[in-house]
C-alpha cells in the first residue's frame, strides 16, 4: 500500500484530498493543528469522515522537528503539503500568522524532505502570487513578482524556497497554484458560505468592486482529481512541452489548477439563488485592499500532465455547496 503524508489534512481541500486518496486505495497520514482561524469543529466533522487506512496528528507543520520525525518514521512516497495560513485579508490584520504557517512551516517541510526525500513533493501555492499582471489567461511561464496581499508574497516565496532545495539537493517539486475552490466542506470565511447563509438568513451580502468582478471558480473535487492525478508525473522524467514551466536547473515546476474560464460574480450569485430559491441583497462595495479584479487559468500545462480533467460547471457545483451547507447547519 502506498503512503502519502497530507499536510493539512482536516482543512478544505486537504480532506477532500485525503479522502480521495483513501478511496483509490492509498495510506494517507494527515497532519493538522485545528487552529482557531475558523470553527474547529468544521476541521474536526471533515477529519472524522476519513475512514480505513487513515492516521490522523495534531500539531503545526511549524513546530520544529515534528514533520522531521514523522517522515523518518512514515517514509511517504508523496508529500502533498496544504497546510498553510490562509486568507488574503487577514493577512493585513495578522502577518506574523503567515510567516509562522507559510514561511517557517514550508521551511520544516523542506527540511525533512531533504533528510528523507518523497519520489514526489507536491505543494500548494496560489492564483494571488500574479498579482499585478493584467494579461490573462494567467500562464505558469509568466512573470509574478507584484504580489498585492502579504499572502500571496508568503506563497511565492514558498515557490522561491522549494524551487532552491529541488535545485541543491534533487528533490522533486511540484508547485501547484490553485484558483478559487469552492465546494461542500468550504471555508465560512469565503464567499460561497458568506453568500449563501446570508442570502438564507435574508440578510445583504457584500458584492466588492461594486460586482465588477470575475473568478475562475473551480469545484473542489475537481481540483482533488488534478492533484492524485499528479502525483505520479513528478517534474524531470515528463516533459510536456515548450509551455510548460520546468525549472532549467532543478526538478521542478508550477501548475495551475483550474476550471480555465472565469465566471461573472453576478452569475455566481445568481446560482446560489437558484439553488436556495431566494433572491439576495446586494451591497455594493468599493474594492477591497489586497484583492483582485479578476483570474483567469491557463491549463494547457495541466491538461498535457495528465489529460482531459473533469470541469464542473458552476451552476452543479454551487447546487453541490448549497445542498452541503443546508445539511451541515440544519437550514
Not at 490562509?86 to 510567516?99: E, K, M, T
Not at 508568503?154 to 522561491?160: D, F, G, L, Q, W
Not at 438564507?200 to 473568478?215: A, E, K, T, W, Y
Amino acid at each position: 500500500m502506498r503512503t502519502a503524508l497530507v499536510t493539512g489534512a482536516a482543512g478544505f481541500i486537504g480532506f477532500h484530498l485525503s479522502r480521495l486518496l483513501l478511496d483509490q486505495g492509498w495510506r494517507v497520514v494527515g497532519v493538522d493543528s485545528h487552529n482557531a482561524y475558523y470553527d474547529p469543529a468544521l476541521k474536526a466533522a471533515r477529519e472524522a469522515q476519513l475512514k480505513g487506512a487513515y492516521r490522523g496528528i495534531r500539531g503545526a507543520v511549524e513546530t520544529p522537528g515534528l514533520l522531521y520525525d514523522l517522515m523518518a518514521e512514515e517514509r511517504p512516497e508523496a508529500v502533498i503539503h496544504l497546510a498553510a495560513q490562509a486568507g488574503v485579508r487577514h493577512s493585513i490584520d495578522n502577518p506574523r500568522a503567515y510567516v509562522q504557517a507559510n514561511l517557517l512551516g514550508t521551511f520544516e517541510l523542506l527540511e525533512a524532505a531533504r533528510a528523507h526525500p518523497p519520489a514526489h513533493l507536491l505543494l500548494a501555492s496560489t492564483s494571488s502570487v500574479y498579482g499585478a499582471n493584467a494579461a490573462m489567461p494567467y500562464r505558469e511561464t509568466d512573470k509574478a513578482d507584484t504580489q498585492m496581499s502579504f499572502y500571496a508574497a508568503t506563497k511565492k516565496s514558498t515557490e522561491a524556497m522549494a524551487h532552491s532545495y529541488a535545485h541543491l539537493f534533487g528533490l522533486p517539486v511540484t508547485m501547484f497554484r490553485f484558483f478559487t475552490v469552492y465546494g461542500p466542506w468550504g471555508r465560512p470565511d469565503m464567499a460561497p458560505a458568506l453568500f449563501t447563509d446570508a442570502v438564507l438568513s435574508g440578510r445583504p451580502i457584500r458584492v466588492f468592486n461594486h460586482g465588477d468582478m470575475r473568478r475562475d471558480f473551480t469545484f473542489v473535487a475537481d481540483l482533488a482529481g488534478a492533484v492524485a492525478r499528479l502525483i505520479d508525473v513528478p517534474p524531470g522524467r515528463h516533459p510536456a512541452g515548450d509551455f510548460d514551466s520546468l525549472s532549467p536547473v532543478a526538478p521542478f515546476r508550477t501548475v495551475n489548477i483550474g476550471n480555465g474560464a472565469p465566471v461573472e460574480l453576478s452569475d455566481f450569485i445568481a446560482a446560489i439563488e437558484a439553488a436556495t430559491g431566494r433572491t439576495a441583497i446586494r451591497e455594493l462595495l468599493p474594492m477591497q485592499p489586497g484583492d483582485v479584479p479578476a483570474t483567469w487559468a491557463d491549463t494547457t500545462l495541466l491538461r498535457a500532465l495528465i489529460g482531459d480533467a473533469p470541469h464542473t460547471p458552476v451552476a452543479e457545483g454551487v447546487a453541490a455547496h448549497v445542498d452541503w451547507f443546508r445539511h451541515y447547519h440544519g437550514r
